[in-house]
């Protein structure tokens, strides 16, 4: 079984930047996809951006395009997200999940970690 589990969220000030990290254990195969997923209080959980472990290929929300890097590190089984000029709207929790690729639906989901921006 795998499991996820997410760090690195925080309190930060608008236009501030934070990198999450999202370390995978168990049986992770090189045609997974993992991705980073938001959820803000009140709202549905919305897609950020999704990393295709075999080929590097990135997919990002277009509301995080150009401000948001997702990227990986093939030895520790970790994904990151570095998120730069923040906005109070970025407020949430951050989820990781992982599913293999072509796959309808994520089968596994970490914790969450909470990230604040203030204005």
């Known amino acids: 079984q795998v499991q996820l589990v997410e760090s690195g969220g925080g309190l930060v000030q608008a236009g501030g930047s934070l990198r999450l990290s999202c370390a995978a254990s168990?049986?992770?195969?090189?045609?997974?996809?993992m991705a980073w997923f938001r959820q803000a209080p009140g709202k549905e959980r919305e897609f950020v951006a999704a990393?295709?472990?075999?080929?590097?290929?990135?997919s990002y929300a277009d509301s995080v395009k150009g401000r948001f890097t997702i990227s990986r590190d093939n030895a520790k089984h970790t994904i990151y997200l570095q998120m730069n000029s923040l906005k109070p709207e970025d407020t949430a929790l951050y989820s990781c999940?992982?599913?293999?690729?072509?796959?309808?639906?994520?089968?596994?989901w970490g914790q969450g970690t909470q990230v604040t921006v203030s204005s």
């Open positions: 990393l295709r472990w075999n080929l590097g290929s990135t």
């Open positions: 168990g049986p992770i195969f090189s045609t997974t996809t």
């Open positions: 999940a992982i599913k293999p690729t072509g796959a309808a639906a994520y089968d596994y």
